[in-house]
């Protein structure tokens, strides 16, 4: 696409929208912030607290995007919810930049094979909490609404 045909393709997005974002982000760092303060990684552990919060945050992205997919995904409501609870709350509260902190330290302190657990662990664990999210989500979804997901675009 060239330059002009994609600046055609850009969605102008209401200052609303971003006070979301910007609020619900604010939430989900305090939050972040505030567990990471009561459950501190002592040197050299295993880093819990970002673990902990990493898979939480994907588990409930799995949540959030399945159950918005329930809607009419190109609702203003839909996008508003998606923006302030997944881009917003659930970006601020999860966090990749500590998770690489952690795990230079780690590195760092001759911990390599707690590392590379750690990562490894991170990812395994995060990509299964977040399908598990949705497919939780999903099959609460048909038992309530007794019907498969609407396909995009509605009906």
């Known amino acids: 696409m060239t330059a002009p045909a994609a600046a055609t393709h850009r969605t102008r997005h209401p200052i609303w929208l971003f006070a979301l974002v910007v609020l619900g982000g604010s939430l989900g760092t305090a939050a972040r912030y505030s567990l990471q303060t009561h459950f501190p990684t002592p040197d050299g552990a295993f880093p819990l ?48 930049s500590s998770f690489m902190v952690e795990t230079v330290v780690l590195t760092r302190t001759d911990h390599l094979g707690l590392a590379l657990v750690y990562d490894a662990g991170s990812l395994a664990v995060g990509v299964i909490a977040a399908l598990l999210g949705a497919v939780v989500t999903d099959l609460v979804g048909r038992t309530w609404l007794g019907q498969g997901r609407p396909r995009e675009g509605g009906s």
């Open 49 to 96: 607290a970002t673990f902990a919060i990493n898979v939480v945050g994907a588990l409930m992205l799995g949540v959030l995007y399945e159950g918005v997919s329930w809607t009419q995904r190109r609702t203003t409501a839909a996008r508003a919810i998606r923006l302030a609870l997944g881009v917003g709350v659930l970006g601020g509260f999860t966090t990749y």
